[in-house]
């Protein structure tokens, strides 16, 4: 493999962008916050997309997490509370949850899942076109714990990508997936040792890069059902997601959950 180029993107050093031969390498870069997704970070891995979409020397995009705890912990409730996704980036309004969860590239992704893969972090995952993880890794979409829902496209893509009663299952109930069941369900391709985790994502990264990068970004585009950028059989799915996030996000249970969360207390729901 050929040296390692550093490629500039923003995000304030939220997300490092490293291409090495044909594939790009996108780690979120925020260890201390379990990789939580702040303004900053959605930043980078957006414009790290569009990076490789239009460099035709990019032939894959493999995204992983810094450290070894956490693949990404979701939304930074932190800056969630302080306002900070309110800045009027329309690109930002465009590529959807971490910049990725409704950016739609050309290139293959794969999601090296290096920890927990909660909520935000699975909702990257069912974006991505494949998947490894540590053999630690968990996944599952908790948010209903918290009083509130999976709106980054987790709530409609999970039942779509395993069975749907287990989905159903998952999202009901909150309780996490580990590895070994995500990767029996088809949630993820392999599940190896975190010592083995990247050379396995490049590895697929690699069988990917010895055929035709054209027809293999046209056999995506049809796959995936992409014109110009957009899914059009999930814009229904997208318009109703967000619909129900005003009523609930302002519900007594939306602010209960999140309250006690931040108090480490069991919720005292009231369905109101």
């Known amino acids: 493999m050929s040296d390692t180029i550093s490629i500039e993107i923003g995000g304030n050093g939220s997300v490092i962008a490293e291409q090495r031969d044909h594939v790009l390498l996108v780690t979120l870069n925020r260890p201390h916050a379990r990789n939580a997704v702040n303004v900053d970070l959605a930043v980078g891995v957006g414009e790290a997309l569009e990076y490789a979409e239009r460099q035709s020397d990019v032939w894959v995009v493999i995204i992983t997490g810094a450290g070894d705890k956490a693949f990404c912990a979701g939304a930074d409730l932190k800056a969630v509370a302080a306002g900070e996704f309110a800045t009027g980036d329309l690109r930002l309004d465009k590529w959807g949850f971490a910049g990725y969860v409704s950016h739609h590239i050309s290139k293959p992704t794969i999601a090296a ?5 909660l909520g935000g972090g699975t909702e990257l ?19 209903v714990k918290r009083g509130i829902y999976a709106g980054a496209g987790g709530a409609f893509r999970l039942p779509r990508a395993i069975p749907p009663k287990i989905a159903m299952e998952a999202i009901l ?3 996490p997936i580990s590895a070994q069941k995500a990767l029996e369900l088809g949630l993820i391709n392999k599940s190896v040792p975190a010592d083995e985790l990247l050379a396995t ?21 049809i796959a995936r059902e992409i014109n110009d950028g957009v ?8 318009k109703r997601s967000a619909a129900e996030g005003p009523g609930l996000m302002s519900s007594a249970d939306a602010r ?17």
Do not use: H, M, Y
């Open 256 to 272: 209960e959950g999140v309250t006690a969360f931040a108090q480490k207390r069991a919720p005292e729901w009231t369905g109101r």
């Open 113 to 117: 899942v290096n920890g927990f893969a």
């Open 201 to 221: 994502a490049f590895a697929l990264a690699e069988a990917i890069c010895e055929n035709a990068p054209l027809a293999v970004q046209a056999s995506k585009r």
């Open 231 to 238: 899914v059009e059989r999930e814009l229904s799915d997208w």
């Open 173 to 175: 109930t909150g309780q």
């Open 125 to 143: 995952v069912l974006q991505s076109d494949l998947a490894v993880a540590v053999d630690t890794a968990t996944f599952g979409l908790p948010e």
